[in-house]
């Protein structure tokens, strides 16, 4: 089967010849460039079979500085050169290519290398996949509760308010109290929720999620504690509800103040007793379940409003844990505009596209009505948007840009300079100093930037996806 080839060389006599070659061949050339950068930014939209790569190129890279970003997005490649001096060819090699060409090269020389190249990247992808199954197999069998991955790997953020609510969260997890998660929508609360049980001792144990908005009324009781056959109109079978699925492990109660009055009389007793009856049953389960539940309601209001049980309000809030809205923490939105993109480019088998300093300092400055729901769903528009693999602008409603920026109190120029800095260190890849790191990007010297970073608060982590 032909294979889809992308050439990056310079010259343009040998990239036409080495598509003559591929064409005869019955392989198809999706695009020819002359420098790293060109390259780069093809690779952000397309997702060749095969990279043919040049060494010495346009522009102030060579082909050997783009062998990282093919080797992480899995894309095998093949070195061409007309120099074969053995520095070279040393540098090259540590970048474990998938095939070396000296020029001048013949017709079979190159398809030969392509299907050798082709096989070895294949077996090499086989093997790696094996050996990752056997390691987790190990780990599973060695150690049942050692986690494999970090504590909160898919909560992003660095700001002082997500980190409080995370300590909290750390501190409550491997206990039984019941929890309650606030927060307006879109801000993240099912993650907290799926953090505490993830670091509690119910983690093997299930965890069940219960929308009570999205469940009718008349039906919310049945969901919750199940029905035996016969119990009314329509139980034409027994249901086992929500809470003895969660048996042993967590039921996490999203929307809590959507609840009916009626079903929360319930529910409390549930709670206090630890124990149910199916709807039309006889026999008492007994409950081990741990509680959370998470509201963006102001559940106080609700109770004074004679909508929501204070009894019940005292059960379920005996540990709460706000999470702030996205606009009190802006500094969080480019490690999670990062990892939007790393995550769409895995998804694609893409490179990760680029934003423009511009763009992101107005997604800083933008007041996310829907918070990081609303900041996931833009970016996927921008990324569709971005055919040539760079966010240069983003589409946004005015009405929502922040006029209350810089928020009151702080010295005028800060929060510019901040985000200046931010929207730098995100093109950089979070490299601070160097060739393309924030400091270059900026026209300032690197020492400078680290202590304007200190002096401005921003302790940057920077989070691959
Ligand atoms: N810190 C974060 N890092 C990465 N992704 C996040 C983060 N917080 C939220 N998200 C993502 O944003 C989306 C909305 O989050 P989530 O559903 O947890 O919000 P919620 O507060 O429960 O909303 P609602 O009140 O509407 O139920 C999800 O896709 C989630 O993965």
């Known amino acids: ?25 019955g392989h198809s050339v999706c695009a020819i460039v002359k420098s790293v950068a060109g390259a780069l930014e093809f690779l952000t939209t397309a997702r060749p ?6 060494i010495f190129l346009k522009g102030p890279e060579t082909g050997i500085d783009l062998a990282p970003a093919l080797t992480a997005a899995g894309i095998p490649f093949i070195y061409i050169s007309a120099n074969s001096d053995p520095l070279t060819f040393e540098a090259a090699k540590t970048t474990r290519p998938d095939g070396f060409l000296i020029k001048p090269f013949r017709r079979q020389d190159i398809l030969l290398a392509l299907d050798i190249a082709i096989y070895r990247h294949h077996y090499a992808a086989q093997h790696t996949l094996h050996q990752q199954q056997a390691r987790a197999q190990n780990l599973r069998i060695g150690s049942k509760t050692k986690e494999s991955t970090g504590e909160f790997n898919e909560i992003i953020g660095n700001s002082a308010k997500l980190l409080e609510a995370l300590d909290l969260v750390r501190q409550v997890a491997p206990m039984d109290t019941s929890v309650l998660i606030l927060g307006e929508t879109g801000v993240g609360k099912e993650g907290i929720a799926r953090a505490i049980h993830r670091l509690s001792k119910r983690k093997n144990k299930p965890l069940v999620k219960v929308n009570c908005a999205a469940i009718p009324p008349g ?3 049945s969901e919750l504690f199940g029905h035996e056959k016969g119990a009314f109109s329509g139980a034409s079978e027994r249901r086992i509800g929500k809470f003895e699925q969660a048996q042993g492990g967590t039921i996490f109660l999203d929307e809590i103040g959507e609840m009916p009055l009626e079903t929360q009389t319930k529910l409390l007793r ?3 007793e630890k124990e149910l009856e199916r709807i039309g049953g006889r026999t008492t389960i007994r409950l081990d379940i741990r509680i959370v539940t998470a509201t963006n309601r102001n559940l106080y209001k609700e109770v004074a409003a004679g909508k929501f049980r204070i009894d019940l309000y005292y059960r379920i809030n005996v540990f709460s844990i706000t999470l702030a809205p996205l606009r009190e923490r802006p500094e969080d939105i480019p490690a999670l505009v990062d990892y939007f993109l790393q995550k769409n480019a895995r998804l694609m088998g893409t490179l990760p596209r680029r934003i423009e300093p511009q763009a992101l300092a107005r997604l800083v400055r933008y007041a996310w009505p829907g918070n990081i729901r609303e900041l996931e769903n833009v970016m996927e528009r921008q990324i569709i948007l971005a055919r040539s693999g760079v966010i240069s602008s983003v589409d946004l409603p005015d009405d929502d840009i922040r006029a209350d920026y810089p928020p009151a109190g702080s010295p005028k120029n800060q929060p510019d300079e901040k985000h200046m800095i ?12 160097g060739k393309g790191g924030a400091a270059e990007i900026l026209n300032i010297p690197a020492p400078t930037l680290v202590s304007r970073m200190k002096k401005l608060g921003i302790s940057w982590r920077f989070v691959v996806g």
């Open 1 to 25: 089967m032909g294979l889809n080839v992308f050439i990056v060389e310079d010259q343009f006599i040998e990239a036409n010849d080495l598509q003559l070659i591929l064409e005869s061949a």
């Open 422 to 433: 931010m929207a730098a260190l995100t093109k950089s890849n979070g490299k601070v100093s």
């Open 270 to 272: 549930v709670i206090q």
């Open 49 to 54: 079979d095969i990279v043919l790569l040049d």
């Open 219 to 221: 039906l919310i009781e």
